[in-house]
């Protein structure tokens, strides 16, 4: 009798699952929805900004289910600096720079980050909001410190690769190489609405990104090149 009321209250105090309104039961799904969602939130609104219930109310969840599977906003915020850096590495990855020379290999790195920056503006607002952030979710992420890691010595690798080979000047740090790149890349996003009521900037339009999309690969190239044709 008494081991039977004891297992009564163990059930009681197990968190309970909240059930997922007019969908299919299925978390891992479940969880993949919330971030897409509440990636665009916080890209958009900032982490101030946005709205548990905002995000709720598109995922057909609830407020309960979202803290159940990500613990509070703040965890929330930070799988989805995770899951969008997370994203962009494994990509990056895909791109088997080992099997290219290095010449080929930093165009094609350059060219990615290009590419996905200017077409994942929601990663770029992610980041310049933790900025304002002072970096201070980053910082608490092993994960996303683990993958940047493997950013630079895949850049270390290509550089190396390019000094021992010749066509790359000897003496530069692979973290200035990623540096730039992120530079020329991000800011192309970043500013691209003020720089373009300033200047009066088209570089919105479709052969103006091809255009600057290749001044960018060929100032990186000769950053790190010996005179180098692009």
Same mark, same amino acid.
Request: glycine share 4%.
């Given at each position: #009798?008494? /081991?039977?009321?004891?297992?009564?209250?163990?059930?009681?105090?197990?968190?309970?699952?909240?059930?997922?309104?007019?969908?299919?039961?299925?978390?891992?799904?479940? #969880?993949?929805? %919330?971030?897409?969602?509440?990636?665009?939130?916080?890209?958009?609104?900032?982490?101030?900004?946005?709205? %548990? +219930?905002?995000?709720?109310?598109?995922?057909?969840? &609830?407020?309960?289910?979202?803290?159940?599977?990500?613990?509070?906003?703040?965890?929330?915020?930070?799988?989805?600096?995770?899951?969008?850096?997370?994203?962009?590495?494994?990509?990056?990855?895909?791109?088997?720079?080992?099997?290219?020379?290095?010449?080929?290999?930093?165009?094609?790195?350059?060219?990615?980050?290009?590419?996905?920056?200017?077409?994942?503006? +929601?990663? %770029?607002?992610?980041?310049?909001?933790?900025?304002? /952030?002072?970096?201070?979710?980053?910082?608490?992420?092993? &994960?996303?410190?683990?993958?940047?890691?493997?950013?630079?010595? &895949?850049?270390?690798?290509?550089?190396?690769?390019?000094?021992?080979?010749?066509?790359?000047?000897?003496?530069?740090?692979?973290?200035? %190489?990623?540096?730039?790149?992120?530079?020329?890349?991000?800011?192309?996003?970043?500013?691209?609405?003020?720089?373009?009521?300033?200047?009066?900037?088209?570089? &919105?339009?479709?052969?103006? /990104?091809?255009?600057?999309?290749?001044?960018?690969?060929?100032?990186?190239?000769?950053?790190?090149?010996?005179?180098?044709?692009?």
């Amino acid at each position: #009798m008494n /081991q039977l009321v004891h297992f009564k209250k163990s059930k009681a105090t197990e968190p309970e699952v909240p059930r997922e309104t007019g969908r299919t039961n299925d978390p891992a799904r479940t #969880m993949a929805e %919330i971030l897409t969602v509440a990636t665009h939130e916080f890209a958009d609104k900032g982490l101030t900004g946005a709205r %548990i +219930d905002e995000i709720a109310a598109a995922t057909r969840t &609830s407020k309960r289910m979202i803290y159940y599977y990500f613990g509070s906003k703040d965890g929330l915020y930070l799988a989805v600096l995770e899951e969008a850096y997370r994203r962009m590495r494994a990509i990056e990855a895909d791109l088997h720079l080992d099997d290219l020379l290095p010449l080929a290999a930093l165009r094609k790195l350059v060219e990615f980050t290009y590419d996905h920056h200017r077409d994942n503006e +929601d990663f %770029i607002r992610l980041v310049m909001n933790e900025n304002i /952030q002072r970096g201070d979710y980053l910082r608490q992420s092993k &994960s996303i410190q683990a993958l940047n890691s493997n950013a630079i010595q &895949s850049v270390r690798a290509v550089y190396e690769r390019g000094v021992a080979q010749g066509v790359f000047r000897p003496g530069l740090d692979p973290v200035d %190489i990623h540096s730039a790149i992120s530079a020329f890349t991000f800011f192309n996003v970043s500013n691209r609405h003020t720089f373009g009521v300033i200047f009066q900037d088209r570089a &919105s339009q479709d052969k103006a /990104q091809t255009l600057k999309r290749e001044h960018v690969v060929e100032l990186i190239l000769r950053f790190v090149g010996h005179s180098v044709s692009a």
